[in-house]
């Protein structure tokens, strides 16, 4: 239906409320905490958009979606078309629209937002995904493309390997993703809970991918299974996305304690392998009383929210700063106060305490003050003399971070790599190595799903150009 409505009408409406799980029978279960809006809200949250000519939301999303396009689509109640528009730019909209952090990325540029609350673009975004996974039938078949004949390897199955493999197979060349475990997903699945992302939606979006002719193979470890030359030896291309899966260790006395996880680690094993969860698992967790995360990111609140979950009386979160420098999205830090979590600011642990027959007994911390700022802008945390104290605690989890796994890249010798290990891409994501390219944290280190995305749709294209400019005239590798 026609939107008539003039620019007054428009500024007068409100931002719509997510509504929520109530906490308290949240924080007990991992049911999905944000329910999503009804058709009303999100129509009458479309029309909030003014509809004004710079676009600049456009600009703020890594992956480049036509936002007013698929806004004023809804607000006109058309949803086929909606969904169709926000498809063509987004291989994974249901996903994006559950865990990026709009807020300061393409809604923190939009123009609504000056006087008043930006538009709930990603409210906007996952309602609309997930109305297309209801009704395949009101969408308009997608007609497979011409096969080129070319094929790409695609290693992992994260965001940028999901978005990259989506990308090429549009384009008709022929796709393969090797994953290292055992499902699908990469860190959308073994990473974040379910709590924030259905594991139902990746298998939704997925079966997408293998509708367009997308092959996944688990279980295969490139460097170890198969190295990266043998994938250029197998395929016209080859698209690294296979993540920073490895710790940074907190190199605290104790770390080696009975009781001691990393955020990789504790996640994995409750969100892929269901330990905690599912009386049935063969993988155990140790759920603790008193459980203490060590970050102050996202992933320190998916721990801390999750060990919650798992029964823990007291589920802290220890950050070195004030909750002003948290870099967790603000629903997050406030989803976790809600269930319960304490948040012991400004403390540092100094060294983790064990029980004579090795597990975690208590934390050794100290109090912190802020000083001048830092390399990275916020202000650096500077000890409190004499601040020292004891916290019981029984399970600590380790987040303050992850970097790349050396697995494949060792056995690349002539892939470059940066002093961090991570590979070095330029901005369309070409390595060293003729027809190789790679996205996501093996070139970023940890970032977010979104970015990671973004890589992979840039790095699909110019993968795209290669073959057509260099394997298409036989000059390949």
């Not at 390219?437 to 749709?457: E, P, Q």
């Amino acid at each position: 239906m026609p939107d008539t409505l003039t620019m007054k009408d428009r500024m007068a409406m409100e931002r719509v409320h997510m509504p929520e799980l109530d906490a308290q029978t949240r924080s007990s279960n991992f049911e999905e905490v944000n329910r999503g809006l009804n058709l009303a809200q999100a129509v009458r949250e479309a029309k909030r958009c003014i509809r004004c000519k710079t676009r600049p939301c456009v600009d703020g999303c890594p992956v480049g979606v036509s936002i007013p396009e698929f806004i004023d689509a809804l607000a006109k109640e058309e949803l086929s078309e909606a969904a169709r528009i926000l498809q063509v730019d987004n291989a994974l909209p249901a996903v994006c629209g559950r865990v990026c952090p709009q807020e300061s990325q393409c809604e923190a540029k939009c123009v609504r937002g000056v006087k008043g609350e930006a538009v709930a673009i990603g409210y906007l975004e996952r309602f609309v995904a997930d109305w297309a996974m209801a009704n395949t039938n009101q969408l308009t078949a997608v007609k497979p493309p011409s096969s080129t004949g070319k094929s790409v390897a695609v290693v992992g199955c994260g965001p940028a390997g999901l978005t990259a493999a989506g990308e090429l197979a549009r384009q008709g060349h022929g796709v393969t993703i090797f994953e290292a475990l055992h499902d699908t997903g990469g860190v959308l699945r073994y990473g974040i809970p379910e709590f924030r992302l259905p594991k139902q939606i990746i298998d939704v979006e997925v079966e997408r991918l293998l509708d367009l002719g997308v092959r996944i193979e688990c279980n295969v470890i490139i460097g170890k299974t198969l190295t990266l030359e043998q994938l250029r030896s197998q395929f016209d291309a080859v698209f690294i996305a296979n993540g920073a899966g490895l710790p940074v260790m907190l190199n605290l006395p104790g770390e080696n304690l009975k009781g001691v996880y990393s955020a990789n680690e504790y996640l994995t094993r409750v969100n892929l392998m269901e330990a905690g969860r599912n009386p049935d698992a063969p993988t155990p967790i140790i759920k603790g009383a008193s459980v203490a995360v060590i970050g102050g990111g996202n992933t320190a609140m998916d721990c801390v929210r999750t060990a919650r979950r798992l029964g823990a009386e007291r589920a802290m979160i220890i950050y070195r700063r004030s909750e002003a420098e948290m870099p967790a999205r603000v629903e997050e830090i406030r989803h976790a106060k809600e269930e319960g979590v304490e948040f012991v600011m400004l403390t540092a642990p100094l060294e983790i305490i064990g029980s004579d027959d090795g597990w975690v007994a208590a934390l050794l911390c100290e109090k912190m003050e802020l000083g001048q700022a830092d390399e990275s802008g916020r202000r650096k945390p500077v000890p409190v003399p004499g601040s020292r104290y004891h916290m019981k605690v029984d399970v600590v989890v380790n987040a303050i971070g992850t970097r790349s796994n050396p697995l494949l890249t060792a056995t690349a010798p002539d892939l470059e790599l940066n002093k961090w290990g991570n590979i070095v891409g330029d901005g369309e994501g070409a390595t060293s190595l003729t027809g190789v390219y790679a996205g996501g944290d093996i070139v970023r280190g940890g970032a977010t799903v979104i970015l990671a995305m973004g890589d992979g749709k840039r790095g699909a294209a110019a993968i795209d150009g290669y073959l057509k400019q260099y394997v298409f005239t036989g000059k390949g590798y």
